[in-house]
């Protein structure tokens, strides 16, 4: 039995501290006299404007002229227009800034050629020829100045002190040119500022799920936000939204036990001591044997001379209740430190520990981001044991969650006659892992289904079969079954799946830990290990939630069916039990810029607006009778069903 494997996957990194070969993308370095961040703004939403001047392409640049350093208007052809109630300089100013705008202009007719959208800028130019003719008509007494100065190519702004401020239809080759001309100083894109509004609606979203309150962790991870929101169509949404909602009870007063390598909890990820605790509560060995717990905060095993086992428990411990990258921050997250290995010896006897000394009357959830596959030709009574003692603390309100590995094989390895445990023990949530929204770039793609099915058999058996002995040269390989289209509702190409996985979770994260050279650490990281407490995080949030209700792991797994996003798994039969992702319960899917293109959940709750019109299953607009029926899906609450 094997951590995920870490024995086989982890190396020394160049900072003292171990890592996981090929799972981890990058790593920071933080350095541990700076503060991570500030507990009170840590979910301030802003954005910063990055004014670096970057060129926009065709687009209205803004000019900014100094009048002190342009000719004197003596020089130049004046026009006496402007003398009219207006002082010396004030005249001066106008004729600077006249000159200008027909110096600018000329250059735009003169470099068409220049733009990439040259059919815009003609249109702009021949919109301007009749302003210069109106303009030369009325030269001499007009009453309205900027009417005859401004045109649309480039028109005046604004004036304060000595300073003037034209906007200009330019292409990125003359932007140079205008920055040479007399009394410029500048000419850069316009930018932008953004209205104090929320993008969400927290009542709607208390509404939808029923929780007694809602908590919003802004710019989250996407592991996260993927969690917290339904189906991400880009067809429905301008952009996708990097929050993360959950209930405000956060997991308060729910215990976490996670069984794993190691953990330090000394973290700022756990800086709110004061609403629960974080800490180790035992250290054992492989061979069952309690080892001096010297310290709650730190407890890493030095198993013989290897050191590998550092980091493992505190990443898995940050994706289930840190404070930035957790599901749950409020819960109690207890580490029991397994040395080595976890053997069956070491988790019996902390099952045992736990049952007898720290299980209170509400329950607990019980962390496994660990397994191994077990030929059932082979009788051990170990697995026995093991059953009946989870049997034991799940009538005691104990919930399993476990994950199911990374071969990237069917749990059920039918040609072997090997099961992977404990997923498959019963009263275990067995946790596989998808992808995970890449910068939000990767949503979900519409899939055409075929007979209703998302892949191309509907027995498992047959792709476990195929997936284990088909020769690797055939053309119809596994990238073909396990479709080579990246989504975040594809199974991991790393993560187990198959019949007896119960529920999928993200399996690309974002952790922060510290090493044991007191060295913080940020890494993006992947596999079953962390999808495992991402489902532990959210079950703990329902807990604290629903404080009240008695649950074991077969009713936890109902609410998250029933919570859950079903039958957008690529590869998994369509209505087939396992086509399940995990959600927290908030399906309402928002537009971080507030723009939509669709109805109903999928789209902040937006309602078709022409007549007659009904809110299709998919979320489009639609006077389609078919798919206006109840029966396909209709959502009735946006839109005309029948």
């Known amino acids: 039995m094997n951590v995920m494997g870490v024995a ?24 541990s006299s700076s503060p991570r961040f500030d507990s009170e703004n840590d979910d301030i939403d802003f954005k910063i404007n990055n004014l670096d001047m970057e060129l926009k392409g065709d687009d209205y640049y803004l000019v900014f002229i100094n009048h002190t350093l342009m000719t004197p208007p003596e020089k130049k052809k004046k026009r006496n227009y402007f003398k009219r109630n207006h002082n010396d300089n004030e005249i001066e100013e106008k004729e600077q800034i006249n000159f200008l705008i027909d110096e600018i202009h000329q250059l ?24 210069l003719r109106k303009r030369k008509r009325n030269e001499i007494d007009n009453e309205n100045e900027n009417e005859d100065t401004d045109l649309n190519s480039v028109f005046y702004l604004s004036s304060v002190n000595d300073e003037s401020l034209l906007t ?50 802004k710019n989250a991870d996407n592991h996260l936000s993927q969690i917290s929101q339904g189906v991400v169509n880009k067809k429905l949404i301008g952009k996708y939204d990097h929050n993360y909602y959950y209930p405000s009870q956060g997991g308060k007063d729910v215990d976490i036990f996670i069984f794993d390598t190691g953990f330090i909890f000394d973290h700022p990820e756990y800086a709110n001591k004061d609403v629960r605790e974080t800490k180790c509560v035992a250290q054992i060995d492989i061979n069952g044997k309690f080892k001096e717990l010297y310290d709650d905060q730190y407890c890493l095993n030095y198993a013989y001379y290897d050191t590998y086992s550092m980091d493992h428990g505190s990443m898995v411990a940050d994706i289930a ?36 000394n720290l299980l209170r009357e509400n329950g607990a959830i019980i962390n496994f981001s660990f397994g191994g596959f077990f030929s059932n030709y082979f009788y051990h009574p170990g697995l026995k044991f093991f059953q009946e003692l989870i049997n034991d603390l799940s009538k005691r309100n104990v919930i399993f969650v476990a994950g199911a590995h990374n071969y990237s094989v069917s749990v059920n390895l039918t040609t072997y006659n090997a099961k992977l445990y404990p997923c498959l023990f019963d009263n275990v949530i067995c946790v596989g892992a998808t992808n995970t929204f890449m910068d939000g770039e990767d949503l979900y793609n519409e899939f055409k289904l075929e007979n209703n099915t998302m892949k191309k058999t509907d027995d498992f058996n047959e792709i476990d079969d195929y997936i284990t002995h088909n020769n690797s040269n055939n053309n119809n390989n596994d990238d073909n079954i396990k479709s080579s289209l990246y989504h975040a509702y594809q199974i991991a190409e790393f993560s187990n799946y198959g019949q007896g ?12 830990y510290k090493c044991y050279n007191t060295t913080n650490i940020s890494v993006n990281t992947s596999g079953t290990s962390f999808s495992t407490p991402i489902v532990v995080g959210v079950i703990a949030n329902l807990m604290s939630e629903y404080e009240k209700q008695k649950l074991d792991s077969n009713k936890v797994l109902e609410h998250l069916t029933f919570l859950g ?40 709750l937006k309602k078709c607006e022409g007549e007659d019109e009904c809110c299709t299953l998919d979320g489009y607009c639609t006077k389609d009778k078919k798919y206006c029926n109840l029966n396909y899906g209709c959502q009735y609450q946006f839109g005309k069903c029948n």
């Open 501 to 512: 996985v119960d529920i999928y979770a993200p399996g690309y994260v974002t952790a922060e």
């Open 8 to 31: 086989d996957v982890m190396n020394i990194n160049e900072y003292g501290c171990w890592k996981i070969k090929d799972h981890i993308l990058n790593i920071f370095i933080i350095f």
């Open 565 to 604: 996003i079903k039958n957008y798994i690529d590869f998994i039969p369509f209505n087939h039990i396992s086509n399940l992702i995990i959600n927290n319960g908030k399906g309402i899917v928002y537009s971080e810029d507030g723009i939509y293109h669709g109805c109903g959940i999928g789209s902040g």
């Open 321 to 356: 209740g840190g404070l930035k990258h957790g599901v749950a921050p409020n819960a109690n997250i207890y580490g029991i430190s397994l040395e080595l290995r976890p053997s069956f010896a070491s988790v019996i006897v902390g099952l045992k520990y736990v049952r007898d």
């Open 168 to 217: 200009t239809f330019l292409s990125n080759d003359i932007i140079d040119k205008v920055k040479g001309m007399d009394g410029v100083y500048a000419c850069v894109p316009n930018f932008y500022f953004e209205y104090g509004k929320n993008h969400y609606n927290k009542q709607d979203i208390l509404n939808y799920t029923g929780w007694k309150d809602v908590t919003v962790r």
């Open 108 to 131: 735009i007719v003169n470099n068409v050629d220049t733009y990439d959208h040259q059919e815009t800028v003609e249109n702009i130019i021949k919109n301007d020829e009749e302003k």
